[in-house]
């Protein structure tokens, strides 16, 4: 063993977290971080559910329950979902889909769609690249949130899931009013490189005014058409 390497015992971990330093506190989070460090569990959800604790204790905290890779965190992170600071959302939204916490599936898609804040809708669109099932909430999202980063990201995140309806976002996509939108429904497509989405990409590229985004269409096109 490499004395080193291995992360703090909760004892010194519930400590250094009782130490009212919060550079201090900050630090024996994340070095708490460690693959199926369950010891930490425990004192980190009491971290991230304390709402007398500084928002970026408790985001920090909840990146450390997803780095820990163990889905008895879910529940913490659930919860956490509903936090008053966003970027605590956010973390949370980011750790259940580090842990693929299927049981959050439908958490995650209730932020994804209502969430205040653009970030946490953001980082539910990235988690639930992971979860069978979410094409109608990230096709959702891709055709009717506000935020361009938000449907951008739905647009990635939907090239992992290429259900018909996710097919059919990303081909609409293509005539999104955002460039950026545009351009990542083209590599999604072109990822997937069926030949409906050839024809797609195809039609896309002529009509493209963006110079960026007709650049990014081609390089889409071609990995579609180098597919069998």
């Known amino acids: 063993r490499d004395a080193f390497a291995a992360p703090p015992s909760a ?7 009782r130490s009212g330093d919060l550079a201090r ?6 070095g708490a971080a460690r693959p199926r460090n369950t010891d ?3 004192p980190l959800s009491g971290v991230l ?3 007398d604790q500084p928002a970026s204790l408790r985001a920090a905290a909840a990146l450390a ?3 820990i890779r163990d889905l008895v965190a879910a529940t913490s992170l659930i919860q956490a979902l509903k936090d008053p600071d966003a970027g605590v959302r956010a973390s949370a939204a980011l750790a259940l889909g580090r842990l693929h916490a299927r049981i959050a599936a439908p958490d995650l898609e209730r ?3 209502v969430d205040p804040a653009w970030t946490a809708r ?3 669109a990235v988690a639930l690249s992971k979860f069978p099932g979410a094409d109608i909430a990230l096709a959702a999202s891709l055709s009717a949130d506000p935020a361009w980063q938000v449907r951008q990201q739905a647009a990635r995140s ?4 290429p259900t018909p309806r996710a097919l059919h976002a990303l081909t609409r996509a293509l005539l999104d009013a955002d460039a950026s939108v545009r351009a990542s429904a083209a590599f999604s497509l072109g990822e997937v490189g069926g030949p409906a989405e050839r024809r797609a990409l195809s039609l896309a590229v002529r009509v493209e005014t963006d110079p960026a985004a007709r650049l990014l269409m081609n390089d889409a096109e071609r990995v579609a058409l180098a597919r069998p």
């Open 65 to 67: 329950l997803g780095s």
């Open 158 to 161: 939907l090239q992992f899931l």
């Open 11 to 17: 004892q010194w971990l519930q400590r250094d977290l």
């Open 122 to 124: 953001y980082a539910a």
């Open 49 to 51: 559910l304390r709402l």
């Open 111 to 113: 932020s994804l769609s």
């Open 25 to 30: 506190e900050l630090s024996a989070v994340r």
């Open 40 to 42: 930490a569990i425990a």
